[in-house]
């Protein structure tokens, strides 16, 4: 391809590796030092997401979490309610890390929920979730990887897959794994991050901020919001609505990457906190600082966009 005619969806990360994937959520790879610093505030060991605040709320919390997943799960089951498998209530959770939404999903809409994810360190996590919940087998997990999903044609009536796109290699073939396992009808929700073509490409030096972005977060490459639709189109999906939520998610991640950076700029208070860290959660805070500054390096220039789905299978 002519580089004239580059977007940025087609600039790669180029350490990406399928396997740092799973060490990111497996606590096998510097990267996943992120979630353990987080852990301080929030339950890492059930919620994988950035969550959605409103300004004023809480946003280093469950909460926040609950607040995404609640958005989606609104938009989903409103389609649903006029779908002709009203009656069906089985949701697939693709990519479906540790459970909590899943969870979520049966406690507060009654739905019975089958989740996939390809890490077992979170296939494994997400079960003995579901059992200390006593919820084994209407919220039940296993192995699966999005790009090849276990599951038989026109099997679900409801689908989602919330902020794990990303990491897939090959959106539109998830979304047509997606399209294939939905009965027709059936509805289906996506939480994923897009990138801002003409930021991410504007200079070398953008084009390197963001694969620096890409790399940290362990993510092969982004969709844009364009291209998301024409391949949504093109997985035989009618898309409904799109919401772009960057202000309630993306936005606040950057602001307290400021403040860490800032908190960061003070010596003395770096080492004494980077003890504290290592003994209480057992993170290098070395790492946390690598991947909290090229976030924010990404982040503050606006080249990072969060986009909500919802589409019915036609
Ligand atoms: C950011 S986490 C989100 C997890 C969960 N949806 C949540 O909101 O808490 C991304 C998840 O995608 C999973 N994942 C990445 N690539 C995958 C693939 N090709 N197939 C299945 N799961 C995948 C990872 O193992 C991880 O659990």
Redesign the pocket.
């Known amino acids: 391809m002519n580089s004239m005619n580059r977007t940025a969806r087609h600039i790669a990360n180029p350490t990406w590796n399928?396997s740092d994937?799973?060490g990111?959520?497996s606590y096998r790879n510097p990267h996943a030092d992120l979630y353990l610093y987080l852990s301080q505030w929030s339950d890492m060991e059930?919620?994988?997401?950035?969550g959605y605040s409103n300004p004023g709320q809480y946003h280093l919390h469950v909460s926040s979490?609950l607040r995404?997943?609640n958005r989606l799960a609104d938009g989903l089951l409103e389609l649903h309610a006029h779908s002709p498998h009203a009656a069906d209530h089985r949701l697939l959770?693709?990519?479906?890390?540790?459970?909590?939404?899943a969870l979520h999903a049966h406690q507060r809409y009654s739905l019975e929920v089958v989740?996939?994810?390809?890490?077992p360190?979170?296939a494994y996590r997400a079960t003995s979730n579901a059992t200390k919940k006593n919820v084994w087998p209407q919220v039940q997990f296993g192995l699966?990887?999005?790009?090849r999903l276990p599951l038989a044609d026109n099997s679900f009536a409801l689908a989602?897959?919330?902020?794990?796109?990303?990491?897939?290699?090959d959106k539109p073939t998830?979304l047509q794994e997606a399209g294939r396992v939905l009965k027709p009808g059936g509805v289906f929700t996506f939480?994923d991050l897009l990138v801002i073509d003409h930021v991410a490409t504007a200079s070398a030096k953008n084009r390197k901020i963001y694969q620096e972005f890409l790399c940290v977060w362990d993510v092969p490459y982004l969709e844009t919001l364009a291209s998301y639709q024409r391949a949504i189109a093109e997985a035989g999906f009618d898309l409904r609505r799109s919401e772009i939520v960057t202000q309630y998610n993306l936005n606040i991640l950057n602001r307290d990457c400021v403040i860490f950076l800032w908190l960061s700029s003070f010596a003395w208070l770096y080492r004494l906190y980077k003890r504290y860290l290592k003994w209480r959660t057992g993170a290098n805070l070395d790492n946390v600082y690598q991947h909290v500054l090229a976030s924010h390096h990404a982040l503050r220039l606006g080249m990072i966009d969060y986009g909500l789905f919802w589409a019915v299978r036609m």
């Not at 959770?93 to 939404?101: E, F, M, P, Q, V």
């Not at 989740?115 to 890490?119: A, C, H, K, S």
């Not at 699966?144 to 790009?147: C, E, I, Q, T």
């Open positions: 399928v994937v799973n990111q959520y059930s919620y994988l997401n950035v979490h995404l997943i959770d693709i990519a479906a890390g540790r459970g909590g939404a989740g996939v994810d390809f890490t360190y979170n699966g990887n999005a790009h989602w897959s919330i902020e794990s796109p990303a990491h897939f290699a998830f939480a």
